[in-house]
């Protein structure tokens, strides 16, 4: 610091003394502020809006995010892609969001936010729910997903890249955003509650959402499918969309 003027002394200061403040503070957006555990615990405490943009290492390394219960909104969008992130969890008294069985929803659970990356197994949704947010299920790992009947929406990447192997989707359903269903594993089964005319007619209700890709549709009055088969010197085989049927007697290499 030698040779500085006085008033070049005290700028280098103060802008030190905000580095140190700003390296002290776990993060910080408005009057929000994010600490994480060595557990994985992210925790959002404060007042407002929570949308910093966090660092991948820092988020690779949640496991639950815990909102309290002054935080406004959170800019979810960041954690679709936080792959250890297993759970929501928020404070009752928060006015404007309320976490169920992990999923993070609005307060009245009339829409699904967001479902955490390393949630697995089944889930049903509650009732109350008639839309599905923006990237709510992003990459996401369910065995299978229900939506009830009250359902209408489906907004933008819902369900975009997930590896959800059954969809149960209802009648009720009239509006699917394009790409909804983007770049989803392909091998899926959707169960539609209703016929097969109704389906067709929602598929050309909702052109490029990405369920048109799916291969296997199971509807109440019987199952749309794409088919393939073939034979082997003992045996044939049909593939209707992501079942194998075989007659006969296979051998090795067949």
């Known amino acids: 610091l030698e ?92 006015p404007y969001y309320a976490s169920l069985d992990g999923v993070l929803y609005d307060k009245s ?17 509650p009732d109350s729910v008639l ?6 299920f992003y990459v996401s790992h369910l065995t299978d997903l229900t939506l009830p009947e009250g359902v209408t929406s489906i907004r933008a990447y819902a369900f975009g890249y997930s590896e959800t192997g059954t969809y149960y989707l209802p009648t009720s359903l009239v509006e699917i955003a394009i790409g909804a269903f983007y770049d989803v594993d392909p091998n899926m089964t959707v169960c539609y509650a209703g016929t097969m005319e109704e389906w067709a007619n929602l598929l050309a209700e909702t052109e490029g959402s990405g369920l048109e890709n799916c291969i296997m549709v199971i509807c109440s009055d019987g199952t749309i499918a794409e088919t393939e088969s073939g034979e082997g010197d003992e045996f044939t085989w049909t593939l209707t969309g992501n079942r194998l049927t075989v007659e006969g007697t296979m051998f090795n290499g067949y």
């Open 109 to 125: 659970l009339t829409e699904v936010i967001a479902c955490p990356c390393a949630k697995t197994g089944s889930l049903i949704l």
């Open 131 to 136: 839309s599905i947010g923006e990237t709510a």
């Open 3 to 94: 040779g500085l003027s006085d008033e070049e002394l005290s700028d280098v200061l103060a802008q030190f003394e905000t580095d140190v403040i700003s390296a002290m503070t776990p993060g910080e957006e408005s009057d929000v502020v994010w600490t994480l555990d060595e557990d994985g615990v992210l925790t959002l405490s404060g007042s407002g809006a929570f949308e910093e943009d966090l660092d991948d290492d820092v988020r690779q390394q949640i496991v639950r995010v815990v909102c309290g219960p002054e935080i406004e909104s959170i800019a979810t969008g960041q954690f679709s892609l936080a792959y250890s992130l297993a759970a929501y969890e928020v404070d009752p008294e928060n």
